[in-house]
Nanobody
């Protein structure tokens, strides 16, 4: 069992930055690739970024590539999403998720076994 708790969301002006954090508890965190997803108002959940269980390999949605950076610290059981140059269209609830163990980072939400409760990010124009 893995529990995930996101933090760091808030209200920011366009062009600003936020750093989301996801604290994980439970076993096997360091053997799970981790991802961030988001759900904009009135829209379906969408993939944002993912990182391999040992770090290094990352995957990004085209819409955030070059602006967002995913990272992890296995010693702290944490994963982060640094968001720069934020746009109003980045407004969404952001979710942290953990894949099944020893899997390549995936864009597909069905590949994720555990989810956090989400944190709201609002970008004003």
């Amino acid at each position: 069992q893995v529990q995930l708790v996101e933090s760091g969301g808030g209200l920011v002006q366009a062009g600003g930055s936020l750093r989301l954090s996801c604290a994980a508890s439970g076993r096997d965190f360091s053997s799970r690739s981790m991802g961030w997803f988001r759900q904009p108002p009135g829209r379906a959940r969408e993939f944002v970024a993912a990182v391999m269980w040992y770090g290094g390999t990352t995957v990004y949605a085209d819409s955030v590539k070059g602006r967002f950076t995913i990272s992890r610290d296995n010693a702290k059981n944490a994963v982060y999403l640094q968001m720069n140059s934020l746009k109003p269209e980045d407004t969404a609830v952001y979710y942290c998720a953990a894949q099944r163990t020893m899997r390549w980072p995936s864009r597909n939400g069905d590949e994720y076994e555990y989810w956090g409760q989400g944190t709201q990010v609002t970008v004003s124009s």
